[in-house]
C-alpha cells in the first residue's frame, strides 16, 4: 500500500485507515472534555437562574475550555518510528482524529450555547459583561463561535508542536496549559484585547481577527504535522543534572525524547 | 539511611523521583514489602520527600502559577488606599492561581507509573507505592516557598503602597492550606486518574466559582475554596468573622488531609492501614464539615450593629478633628491620612475673600450596601432595620449639605484635587454632596461661582496643566458633551482630576469646559487681584445667576473660547441633566 504513488489504492486502504483511526482516537479524553464543561455550565445555569442573572457568553468560553483542554490530547502520533517506516503518511492518524473532533465539539458548542439561551428567554435579553443589564436583544453569536473555533484550532496547533518536540510524550499536558495561558493573556492584554475582544472591538472585526488566527493555526498544525523530523532543543537551565544523582529513566542522550 | 541512599533517589528529566533501591544496604536482604520495618519506609518517604519538593519547587507549572498568582493579586488590589482586612483575602485570588498550577504539577507525577505503563517496573522496586505516594505527599512542601514568596511579595507592595490596618495571620494562612490541599488533591487524582487531563480539569473545577463569585451570595460563598465578596473592599475597619479566615483555614486543612488519605488508601493493601486511613479520612472530614458550619455562623449582633452605624452615620464612629473653619472625621486606623485631607482643604478655606459662617465637615465614608454575607441568621425584622439604615450611607445616596465625603478605599493624594474643587463649591454654594446615584449631577452652566470654585481648586494644589487639559476629552480623545435641560445644544464638560478614581469620592455638581476655561484663564492674573475683586462682590459672585462674561469682565479679561456643540442630537437623549439653581 502506498498511498502517495497509488490513489487509487490509497482510496481503498481509506476504510481500513479510518477503522484504526476511530480505534485510536482518544474518545474518552475529548467526550470527558466536553462532558466536563457542559455539567459545569448546567450547574451555572441553575444558578444563574435561581440568582435572576442570566448567563453571558463569557459562561460558555469559560465551559468550553475543557473541550479544548482535551482537544490538546488528540493530535498525536503513536510509534512515530514505526509508523513513519510505513507507506501511509505518519500525518494521516492525527490529521483524522482531529477531523473526527469536530462534529463532537460542534454538538457541545451548541449544547452550550442553547444552555446560555435558556437562561435569557425568562430576561429576553443577555449580558455581554458582568455590570450589565440586560440588553434587550441577545448579542450576535457568530464572534463567539468564531473564537471558539480559534481556540481549537490554535490548542491543536500548539499539541502538534509538542507532538515534534522532545516533549512529545507529555503531548496535551504541556499543550493545554500553554494555550489557555495564551487565551488569557489575549485576553486580557490591551494590545490585542482590543482587537479580540467584543466590546470594544465591533462583532465583524472580532470574527476577522479570530478567523485569521484560525486560518494560520490551521497552516502551522499541518505544518507540524507534516514535518517528519524529531526537533529535539534540549533547554540545559531546565534539565540540568543534579550532583549525585545516578544516570536512570530520566538521564537520557540529548536527542533523546523525554519520559512522560 | 546513608549518603548512598539519597543518591539513589533518581530523577528523570519531566520532574519524576523515583526509589530504586531506596531501602539501603540494611533493606538489602529483604526486598519485600513486609520485611521493611516502619523506621526506615518513613525514612524512604523522606527522602523521596525531599527530591519531589525540590523537583515541585523548580516545576516549569508552578512558576507559572506563581507569577500569575503575583498578577491577579495585583490586578484585583485596588488601586487606591490598600486596606489589609481586604488585600489579606485578596492574596489568597493569587494563591487560587497557584494552588491550580500545584495541582495540575502534582497529578502529573501521581499519574506516572500509570501513565507511562511502567506500573510493572515500578513494582519491582523495594519501595511501596504506599510510601512513593506517602513521599510525594510530603514532598508537597515544596509547593510552600512559592506560596511565602507570593505572600512575602504582595505584604510587602501593600506596605510601601501605605495599607492600613495589620495583616490577618489566619487569611494568609489559609491562603498556603490552599495552596497545600490543592496540591493533595492532585497527588489523589494522579494516582486514581493518570491522565494529565485529570489535573486539567481539577485545576479548572477550583477556577469555576472564582470566576463566578459574581453570581454568588450569601454565607455560602465561604465554603468554596476562594471567594471574595465585594463588600470586603469597603469595610471601615476589620470586622471579626468576616471573612471567617480561621475556619476557612480549618476547611481547608480538612480537605488536605482527606486528599492524602484518598490517595494512600489507593495504594495501600494492608487492612490495618486501610483503618488507620479510614479513621484518619473520618476525622478529616469530621473536621472539614465542622469548619464549615463554623463559617455559617451569623456574625455576632453587636458586630453587625457597629458597622452599619459606622457606614450610616460615619462621624458617631469616627474621631474628629477641628482645624480652622473645617473638621476632619477619620474611622480608627486612618489618623495618618489627617494632613493630606487636611492640606488642600486648608489652602481652598485660607484663600476665601469671604468666609463663610458654618463649619465644613470632611469625613470618610464607607459605601457599604446590604449584603447577605454579613445579616444572614440574624431575624428578618432586625436585617430590614439594617438594611433601611445602609441605604441611607452617605456616598450611596442622599447627603448632608456641609459635609464632604471620601471613601475609605481612596488614597487622599490621589483625591487632592477633587477634594480642594469639593470645598471651594461648598465655599462657593456649589454644593459638593453626593447625589443620588439614580439622579444625575447639576451642571452650573454659564456661573461664575463654578470658575471661582476651580480657580481657588487650582491654586491651593498647583495641579500640573496637562493633567487638567486631559480633563477635556473623553477616553476616545473626543470632547465631552452632556445634554442639559434648557440647553438647546449638549454642554462641553470637563472632567477634573480625581472625578474618576471608581469609588466617587465626592460627588458634586459636574463642572463644564466653560468653568474650567475661564479659571485657566483667571490663574494668569495675580491672585490678589482676584482676591479684591472677589471680595468686593462676593454675595453677587456666589449668586447662580452671575455669568462666566460678567466674572471675566470684572477681572478685565476676554472670556476665552468655548467648544460648541456642533453636531446632531444623539438618539435617546432626552435624558437631561438639570442645571444648578441651589
Request: aromatic share 6%.
Amino acid at each position: 500500500m502506498n498511498g502517495r504513488s497509488k490513489p487509487a489504492s490509497g482510496l481503498r486502504a481509506l476504510p481500513q485507515l479510518a477503522r484504526y483511526v476511530a480505534q485510536t482516537m482518544p474518545w474518552t479524553t475529548l467526550a470527558t472534555g466536553c462532558l466536563a464543561g457542559t455539567a459545569v455550565l448546567v450547574v451555572v445555569a441553575r444558578i444563574a437562574v435561581s440568582s435572576h442573572w442570566p448567563l453571558g457568553q463569557g459562561a460558555v468560553r469559560l465551559a468550553f475550555v475543557p473541550a479544548v483542554a482535551a482537544l490538546a490530547f488528540v493530535p498525536r502520533t503513536w510509534f512515530r518510528p514505526v509508523t513513519q517506516a510505513t507507506p501511509v503518511p505518519a500525518w494521516v492518524a492525527p490529521a483524522g482524529h482531529i477531523l473526527l473532533t469536530v462534529p463532537i465539539l460542534a454538538v457541545t458548542c451548541w449544547a452550550q450555547l442553547a444552555i446560555m439561551a435558556g437562561t435569557i428567554t425568562a430576561r429576553g435579553g443577555t449580558l455581554t459583561s458582568p455590570g450589565d443589564q440586560a440588553a434587550p436583544h441577545p448579542p450576535a453569536v457568530y464572534p463567539l463561535i468564531a473564537q471558539l473555533t480559534g481556540w481549537c484550532v490554535a490548542a491543536a496547533a500548539a499539541a502538534a508542536c509538542v507532538d515534534r518536540s522532545r516533549y512529545a510524550d507529555l503531548g496535551g499536558a504541556v499543550a493545554a496549559p500553554v494555550s489557555l495561558v495564551a487565551f488569557a493573556v489575549a485576553w486580557y492584554l490591551p494590545l490585542t484585547g482590543k482587537v479580540l475582544v467584543r466590546p470594544p472591538a465591533p462583532p465583524a472585526e472580532v470574527t476577522i481577527a479570530w478567523s485569521a488566527i484560525t486560518s494560520g493555526a490551521l497552516v502551522l498544525t499541518c505544518a507540524a504535522m507534516r514535518d517528519r523530523w524529531h526537533r529535539y532543543p534540549r533547554l540545559s537551565w531546565l534539565s540540568a543534572p543534579s550532583k549525585g544523582a545516578c544516570p536512570g529513566p530520566g538521564r537520557r542522550e540529548s536527542r533523546a525524547p523525554a519520559a512522560r | 539511611m546513608t549518603s548512598a541512599d539519597s543518591e539513589s533517589v533518581v530523577r528523570s528529566t519531566d520532574g519524576a523521583a523515583v526509589s530504586a533501591g531506596a531501602g539501603g544496604a540494611g533493606d538489602a536482604g529483604s526486598a519485600g514489602t513486609g520485611a521493611r520495618s516502619r523506621r526506615p519506609r518513613l525514612r524512604t518517604a523522606l527522602v523521596l520527600a525531599s527530591a519531589d519538593a525540590r523537583l515541585l519547587l523548580r516545576s516549569l507549572f508552578v512558576l507559572a502559577g506563581l507569577l500569575a498568582g503575583g498578577v491577579i493579586t495585583w490586578l484585583f488590589t485596588d488601586a487606591g488606599r490598600p486596606l489589609w482586612w481586604n488585600v489579606a483575602w485578596v492574596i489568597g485570588y493569587g494563591q487560587l492561581f497557584l494552588a491550580m498550577a500545584v495541582l495540575v504539577a502534582a497529578q502529573l507525577a501521581a499519574g506516572r507509573p500509570r501513565r507511562d505503563a511502567m506500573a510493572d517496573l515500578y513494582a519491582s522496586f523495594p519501595t511501596s507505592p504506599a510510601t512513593r505516594v506517602l513521599g510525594q505527599l510530603f514532598g508537597l512542601a515544596g509547593a510552600a516557598p512559592a506560596s511565602l514568596l507570593l505572600i512575602a511579595g504582595a505584604a510587602a507592595g501593600v506596605e510601601i503602597a501605605g495599607a492600613v490596618g495589620a495583616p490577618g495571620i489566619w487569611d494568609l494562612a489559609a491562603g498556603l492550606l490552599l495552596v497545600i490541599g490543592a496540591g493533595a488533591v492532585g497527588v489523589a487524582l494522579g494516582t486514581r486518574f493518570p491522565h494529565p487531563l485529570a489535573g486539567v480539569l481539577g485545576a479548572l473545577a477550583l477556577f469555576v466559582p472564582f470566576s463566578q463569585s459574581n453570581r454568588l451570595t450569601g454565607p455560602g460563598i465561604w465554603l468554596y475554596p476562594w471567594i471574595k465578596p465585594p463588600q470586603l473592599t469597603l469595610l471601615p475597619g476589620p470586622v471579626t468573622g468576616y471573612p471567617p479566615a480561621a475556619a476557612h483555614a480549618a476547611e481547608l486543612a480538612g480537605i488536605a488531609v482527606l486528599g492524602g488519605v484518598a490517595a494512600l488508601a489507593l495504594t495501600v493493601t494492608s487492612a490495618r492501614v486501610r483503618g488507620v486511613l479510614a479513621i484518619a479520612g473520618i476525622l478529616g472530614l469530621a473536621a472539614t464539615c465542622l469548619a464549615g458550619a463554623a463559617q455559617l455562623r451569623p456574625i455576632p449582633a453587636a458586630d453587625v450593629n457597629r458597622l452599619v452605624r459606622a457606614a450610616a452615620d460615619p462621624v458617631s464612629a469616627q474621631h474628629c478633628t477641628t482645624a480652622g473653619q473645617a473638621r476632619y472625621c477619620l474611622y480608627t486606623g486612618f489618623a495618618a491620612e489627617l494632613a493630606a485631607i487636611e492640606a488642600p482643604v486648608s489652602a481652598v478655606l485660607t484663600r476665601l475673600p469671604v468666609h463663610p459662617d458654618k463649619t465644613l465637615t470632611v469625613s470618610q465614608a464607607a459605601p457599604l450596601s446590604p449584603d447577605l454575607t454579613l445579616t444572614h441568621g440574624h431575624p428578618g425584622r432586625q436585617v430590614s432595620q439594617w438594611n433601611a439604615q445602609l441605604q441611607r450611607v452617605p456616598g450611596d445616596g442622599g447627603g448632608i449639605a456641609s459635609a464632604i465625603y471620601l471613601a475609605v478605599t481612596v488614597r487622599p493624594s490621589d483625591a487632592r484635587f477633587a477634594l480642594a474643587l469639593a470645598a471651594a463649591e461648598w465655599a462657593v454654594q456649589l454644593t459638593p454632596t453626593l447625589t443620588d446615584s439614580s439622579e444625575l449631577p447639576c451642571l452650573p452652566v454659564n456661573q461664575a461661582r463654578e470658575a471661582i470654585a476651580i480657580w481657588l481648586a487650582l491654586m491651593a494644589t498647583h495641579t500640573p496643566a496637562a493633567q487638567l487639559q486631559s480633563g477635556l476629552d473623553g477616553p476616545d480623545g473626543q470632547q465631552n458633551w452632556i445634554p442639559v435641560s434648557s440647553q438647546p445644544a449638549p454642554v462641553a464638560v470637563w472632567n477634573y482630576p480625581g472625578q474618576n478614581l471608581g469609588s466617587e469620592p465626592i460627588a458634586g455638581p459636574q463642572p463644564t469646559a466653560a468653568g474650567y476655561l475661564l479659571a485657566s484663564a483667571i490663574t494668569g492674573l495675580p491672585e490678589h487681584k482676584v482676591i479684591s475683586v472677589l471680595q468686593a462682590g462676593w454675595a453677587r459672585w456666589v449668586d447662580w445667576r452671575t455669568t462666566d462674561g460678567q466674572l471675566a469682565a470684572a477681572l478685565g479679561i476676554r472670556m476665552p473660547a468655548v467648544p460648541q456643540f456642533g453636531g446632531a442630537q444623539p438618539p435617546g437623549s432626552q435624558l437631561a441633566n438639570p442645571v444648578c439653581t441651589t
